[in-house]
């Protein structure tokens, strides 16, 4: 069991990658239990600077359940990264370092990946900068925590999209994201059979670099890096 604080302080974001500076000030971070869920936020805090730096207050519950061990295979708790003061969408699920109150200040490790899964309700074609792009309005969910992408498959004979772990995605409100990509990408071909078909997808993307000033096309820019096609 560990000792009860009152206050957890730490950066969002690995050592070695900064926020864009349009997504300064602008991320928050919630503090979860798996047995309880997403809807029982044990703490709260804006994530500031180009690091998200971030101070987590504690009240007695989320003190208990920090130092409680609980019913679930690690990693007990989870840190939701979302965006805007509403926190929707939710960009990115990661777990609780176990050796949190064994550091003097937590390093959350997030190199601004955000793992979506749902479908493709609409494509917009719009140019920017002389670039035809495309950008794929995404309805769905972040990704558990628990999700594991290829490669490797993992040794187990577990669902490797972590949906057996915790609750259905599909039990959970949606959130809509937009995604950019260049409409010459294969990948822009592979999201049209998907939008046609009503598969579901899973959407890897990384924040838009500040120096593309992609966030003068959406408001929160998220570049496609892999698009998986995962079934109805």
């Known amino acids: ?67 409680l061990t609980g019913y679930r295979p690690a990693p007990q708790h989870v840190v939701s990264v979302g965006w805007g003061q509403s926190r929707d969408p939710v960009l990115a699920n990661l777990p609780w370092p176990a050796d949190w109150a064994a550091r003097k200040r937590l390093d959350l490790g997030w190199d601004g990946q955000v793992t979506l899964i749902g479908h493709v309700e609409q494509i917009h074609y719009q140019e920017a900068g002389g670039l035809l792009l495309a950008v794929l309005e995404l309805s769905g969910y972040a990704a558990p925590v628990t999700y594991c992408r290829l490669p490797p498959l993992p040794a187990s ?7 057996d772990a915790d609750r259905r995605l599909d039990d959970a409100p949606e959130q809509v994201a937009y ?27 990384g924040l838009g670099p500040q120096e593309g000033d992609w966030h003068a096309v959406v408001t929160l820019p998220l570049l496609l890096e892999a698009l998986t096609i995962v079934g109805p």
């Open 1 to 67: 069991m560990n000792t009860p604080v009152d206050a957890i302080a730490g950066d969002l974001t690995a050592p070695d990658f900064h926020l864009p500076t349009w997504a300064q000030d602008r991320l928050w971070i919630a503090l979860w239990d798996r047995d309880r869920g997403p809807e029982h936020v044990l703490a709260s805090a804006a994530a500031t600077g180009p690091r998200g730096a971030f101070r987590l207050d504690l009240d007695a519950d989320a003190q208990a359940a920090l130092c």
């Open 157 to 163: 004979g577990k669902d490797r999209h972590g949906l």
């Open 179 to 205: 995604v950019l990509l260049d409409a010459e990408s294969p990948l822009a071909t592979v999201a049209l059979d998907a939008l046609v078909s009503s598969l579901r997808v899973v959407c890897i993307a």
